[in-house]
């Protein structure tokens, strides 16, 4: 069946660093694929998508870009900040209608200053 | 504009009762789900509706029971708690069958002693 994994953590960095989170992926057809963004305490915001092969997808710095050849969706941000840190999570939608979002299990970065 | 709204926000129970887990989303979604997440284990899909009149299971359904009271709520019941549900739980909504991602509510932590 499908299924994403993404790289363990924790991620530890320094204010201002360069962030590549990894995330592989297996599944039948063209999937969609996503990156969520967690903070303590709360819910899971959507923090980019990408719909087809080639896409990137971008939002408030980060970046991933949908690699079809390599099955890959690696999250990245040039400088990252404190307020960065978070629980991120990789997903992916299958293309057969009726299935769910199928999430990796995390990733925890803490920036410090 | 609310989004999806869970309550209650904590909840602890006592081995052996039972309680429901109330979603409702406001967006005119189609699809509904219900996860729960765990340390170290990401999220796991429970149940889903992705339709109004219709719910299937998901990667963990054994011990819970949903139902999808109209368009807007979706409720998730536990009849006879275990200390293994001990989890926080988290109810998401999306647009057709979910494939430009959900929007999820702000979870409800869960604990059964």
């Known amino acids: 069946g499908d299924s994403v994994t993404q790289m363990e953590g924790p991620v530890t960095l320094s204010e201002e660093a360069f962030l590549t989170i990894n995330c592989t992926y297996t599944a039948t057809g063209y999937p969609s694929l996503f990156w969520y963004v967690q903070y303590p305490g709360e819910g899971l915001q959507l923090l980019l998508k990408a719909t087809k092969a080639d896409d990137k997808g971008s939002n408030k710095g980060f970046e991933a870009t949908y690699r079809k050849e390599t099955t890959s969706f690696h999250l990245e941000k040039g400088s990252v900040q404190v307020s960065d840190s978070a629980v991120y999570f990789c997903a992916l939608k299958g293309f057969q209608a009726g299935t769910a979002l199928i999430f990796g299990k995390g990733t925890t970065l803490s920036v410090s200053s | 504009n609310a989004g999806v709204t869970q309550t209650p926000k904590f909840q602890v129970l006592k081995t052996g009762q039972s309680m429901t887990l109330q979603c409702a989303q406001d967006m005119n979604h189609n699809s509904m789900y219900w996860y729960r997440q765990d340390p170290g284990m990401g999220l796991r899909l429970i149940y889903y509706?992705?339709?109004?009149?219709?719910?299937d299971k998901g990667e963990v359904p054994n011990g819970y029971n949903v139902s999808r009271l109209n368009k807007r709520e979706f409720s998730l019941r536990l009849e006879s708690a275990a200390p293994s549900q001990t989890s926080v739980y988290f109810c998401?909504?999306?647009?057709?069958?979910?494939?430009?991602?959900?929007?999820f509510g702000s979870g409800t932590r869960l604990t059964v002693v």
């Open positions: 998401a909504s999306g647009v057709r069958d979910g494939s430009y991602g959900y929007t």
């Open positions: 509706s992705a339709s109004e009149g219709t719910t």
